[in-house]
C-alpha cells in the first residue's frame, strides 16, 4: 500500500469520525473548519515551495516569519471561540504555519538536480512540484483539518 | 536552456526573487493579518496590544517555560534513551534479518500498544498527576513510554543498518565510542523527536501559573514542540563517521 494511499485512508477515517462524533451543533463548525483548512494548505503550499526550493533574497526573513509566526498566531487568538468567524481565524493561524511546516520539510528533500531533468524531460515545474509534494499535502491536509475541527 | 535560470541561487532584483515572494505573499499576507497589531485582533474582536510588549512577553515565556522543559525533560532523557537504546541494540543485534522483519511488522507495535494503550491514554497516570516524589515520576514516565521509545530505536537502527558499527567493531572501537561516533549520530533524530513528544506531556503536566499568561506559555511551548520536531526531520541524515 503507498503513502498516499494510506494518507487517503487516514483522511476518510478523520472526516468520518468527525462527521460520526458531531452532532448537528457542530455542523457549523466542521464548515469552518473545512474552509480554514482548504485557505490554509492553499496559502500555505507556494509559500513552502518558495521556502525549500528557491534561495531568495531575503528567504531568512521569510523563514523568521514564519517561526515567530508558528508561536504568536495560537497565543495571539487564544482558545477558539464558538463564532463562525473566530473559528476561522483560530484555524487559520493554527493551521498555515502547520502545513507550511510540513510541505517545507517534503519540499526541500527534492534534489535540484532531479528536478531540472524532469523539467528537461517536458515537464512543467509545477507538475514536478505537484507530484514531489503530493504525500505531503495528503498528510497536512487532513492533520490540518482535524485540529481545527476538534480545537486542539 | 532558459528553463534552467530558477536554479536554487537567484540573484537580488531578478524575475526569479520577485517570483519567490510573490510565492511568499499570500501567507505572508495571512499570518501578518493574524498576527499583527490591531488587525489580526480586530478582525476576531479582541483587545489590541503593542507588538513589542507581545515579542517581550513571548520571550519572558520562553525563558520559563524553556527552564521548566529542561529540568523536567532531562532525567528522563538521561534514563530513557540509553536503556530503550540498550534494549533495542540487543534485540536487532541478535534476531536474524527475517526476525527483526516479523519484530518491526507486526510483533514489536502490537505489544507496544497492548502495553501503552491504558497507560498513554491513562489520565491517573504519570504527569498528568504528579507524585509526590519526581524521582518516582520521572521512573513512572520512563516506564510508560519506554516500550514506544524501544520501537522507535528499533526501526532506527533497522533502516540505518548496523554495517558502520560492525566495521567500527573491527577496527577495535569500544562501546562507548561506537555509541558515540556511530549509533548516537544515527539516533540523533528519533532523540529529537522523543524530546517533542516528552515536551507535550510536560506541557499538559504544569497548569498555567498566574505570572505568565496562558496563552503565553502555550506560544513558548508551541514553539518548542515545533522546533523539537523540526529539527527530528532537519538532523534526518545520519552523519558518516568516515567523512
Not at chain 1, 494510506?6 to 464548515?31: E, K, N, R, W, Y
Not at chain 1, 500555505?44 to 508561536?71: M, N, V
Not at chain 2, 474582536?45 to 522543559?69: C, D, F, H, Q, S
Not at chain 2, 534476531?95 to 516479523?102: D, G, K, P, T
Request: overall charge positive.
Amino acid at each position: 500500500m503507498t503513502i498516499e494511499r494510506s494518507a487517503l485512508i487516514a483522511a476518510a477515517s478523520v472526516f468520518l469520525l468527525a462527521a460520526a462524533s458531531s452532532d448537528t451543533s457542530h455542523g457549523p463548525q466542521m464548515i469552518t473548519a473545512a474552509m480554514a483548512t482548504a485557505v490554509a494548505v492553499a496559502v500555505a503550499t507556494p509559500f513552502a515551495i518558495a521556502l525549500g526550493r528557491i534561495r531568495f533574497e531575503g528567504r531568512a526573513f521569510a523563514f523568521g516569519i514564519l517561526i515567530l509566526a508558528s508561536a504568536t498566531s495560537p497565543a495571539l487568538l487564544g482558545s477558539a471561540g464558538t463564532a463562525p468567524l473566530e473559528h476561522f481565524a483560530h484555524g487559520l493561524a493554527l493551521g498555515t504555519p502547520l502545513a507550511t511546516w510540513i510541505v517545507y520539510l517534503q519540499a526541500r528533500q527534492l534534489p535540484h538536480g532531479l528536478e531540472d531533468a524532469i523539467v528537461l524531460d517536458g515537464a512543467s515545474r509545477l507538475r514536478v512540484w505537484v507530484a514531489a509534494l503530493r504525500p505531503a499535502l495528503l498528510v497536512a491536509t487532513p492533520l490540518v483539518f482535524f485540529l481545527c475541527a476538534f480545537d486542539l | 536552456m532558459k528553463h534552467l535560470q530558477t536554479s536554487p541561487d537567484t540573484p537580488p532584483g531578478s524575475a526569479a526573487n520577485v517570483r519567490a515572494w510573490l510565492l511568499c505573499a499570500p501567507a505572508l499576507g495571512v499570518l501578518a493579518l493574524l498576527n499583527l497589531q490591531p488587525a489580526g485582533k480586530a478582525l476576531i474582536g479582541g483587545p489590541p496590544v503593542p507588538l513589542l510588549e507581545e515579542l517581550v512577553n513571548l520571550a519572558t515565556a520562553l525563558l520559563t517555560v524553556g527552564g521548566r522543559a529542561v529540568a523536567t525533560i532531562t532525567p528522563i532523557l538521561l534514563v530513557e534513551v540509553p536503556l530503550a537504546f540498550y534494549l533495542a541494540f540487543t534485540l536487532h543485534r541478535r534476531a536474524s534479518a527475517a526476525a527483526n522483519e516479523r519484530l518491526s511488522s507486526g510483533i514489536l507495535p502490537a505489544i507496544v500498544a497492548g502495553f501503552s494503550w491504558r497507560l498513554i491514554f491513562g489520565g491517573g497516570i504519570g504527569f498528568l498527576q504528579p507524585m509526590s516524589s519526581p524521582i518516582a515520576t520521572a521512573l513512572l514516565e520512563v516506564w510508560r513510554s519506554l516500550p514506544l521509545t524501544v520501537l522507535l530505536f528499533h526501526y532506527v537502527l533497522r533502516d540505518a543498518g548496523l554495517e558502520h558499527a560492525r566495521a567500527a567493531r573491527l577496527e577495535v572501537a569500544t562501546f562507548a565510542q561506537l555509541f558515540r561516533r556511530v549509533l548516537l549520530p544515527v539516533c540523533e533524530p528519533a532523540i529529537f523527536l522523543l524530546a517533542a513528544l516528552r515536551l507535550v506531556d510536560v506541557l499538559r503536566a504544569f497548569p498555567s501559573n498566574g505570572d505568565l499568561s496562558h496563552a503565553h506559555e502555550r506560544a513558548a511551548w508551541t514553539l518548542l514542540v515545533v522546533v523539537a520536531s523540526a529539527l527530528s526531520l532537519r538532523v534526518g541524515r545520519p552523519r558518516s563517521t568516515y567523512e
